[in-house]
C-alpha cells in the first residue's frame, strides 16, 4: 500500500509540476567581443598620401608602385583595402566607379546612407558610405582633391556575412575610419 501511495504521489506531481510551463527554445548567442582601445601610428610609406592608423591593424603593401595597401585586422580578420590614383582628368570616372561598385551591394542592402566630409585645411574631400544588411562591405569610402589625387576605400571581412553579429566590428574599425579620415594629407 505504501509503495502504491508514493507511485500516486509522483505521479500526481510530474503532471502538476508541467502544467503552466511554456517551453520555450533558448535563443542564438553572439559571442562577447572585448575591444581594446586603439592608439595611431603614422604611415610611413613612399606614397603621395599619409594617415593615421590603428596599432590593431597591419600595414600589408600590396603595390609599392601603385601605392595600394591594405589595412588588415588579424583578430578580427577584417580587411580595408585602399586604391589610390594620380588623377589625369578622369575625375568623374573615378568618382562613377566608386559609386557603381558600392551600389552593386545594393540588392543585399536594407540602406545604404552618404556621409559627405570637406577638410579644408588639408584638401580632403570625400564621401563615406555605410551600407546596413547582409552586405560583403560595409563601409566605403573615398578621398580625393579633386585635382591630381584619389583614393578608394572599403572594408571586407573573412566571414560569413552576418550583419547582426558583425555589427559591433563594423562599428569598431569604422571609427578607425574616421580617424583616418580626419588625420588624412596629401603629401
Not at 578622369?90 to 559609386?99: A, S
Request: with cysteine; net charge negative.
Amino acid at each position: 500500500m505504501r509503495n502504491k501511495t508514493l507511485l500516486l504521489f509522483v505521479f500526481i506531481l510530474s503532471l502538476s509540476s508541467c502544467v503552466d510551463e511554456n517551453p520555450n527554445p533558448k535563443p542564438f548567442a553572439y559571442l562577447r567581443i572585448d575591444f581594446p582601445k586603439a592608439e595611431y601610428l603614422s604611415l610611413a610609406i613612399e606614397c603621395p598620401y599619409t594617415f593615421e592608423y590603428s596599432n590593431q591593424a597591419k600595414i600589408i603593401i600590396k603595390d609599392q608602385d601603385k601605392c595600394w595597401i591594405n589595412i588588415y585586422y588579424p583578430k578580427n580578420k577584417a580587411t580595408i583595402y585602399l586604391t589610390y590614383v594620380a588623377l589625369d582628368d578622369n575625375l568623374k570616372e573615378q568618382l562613377d566607379q566608386t559609386q557603381q561598385l558600392t551600389y552593386e551591394h545594393q540588392i543585399k542592402a536594407n540602406r545604404i546612407d552618404r556621409i559627405p566630409f570637406e577638410i579644408d585645411s588639408s584638401s580632403v574631400f570625400g564621401l563615406e558610405y555605410r551600407l546596413e544588411g547582409d552586405v560583403a562591405s560595409n563601409v566605403q569610402f573615398y578621398l580625393t582633391d579633386s585635382t591630381s589625387n584619389f583614393i578608394r576605400g572599403a572594408l571586407y571581412f573573412e566571414a560569413y556575412v552576418n550583419s547582426d553579429s558583425l555589427k559591433p566590428v563594423v562599428e569598431y574599425i569604422d571609427q578607425d575610419i574616421q580617424h583616418l579620415i580626419n588625420t588624412f594629407h596629401w603629401k
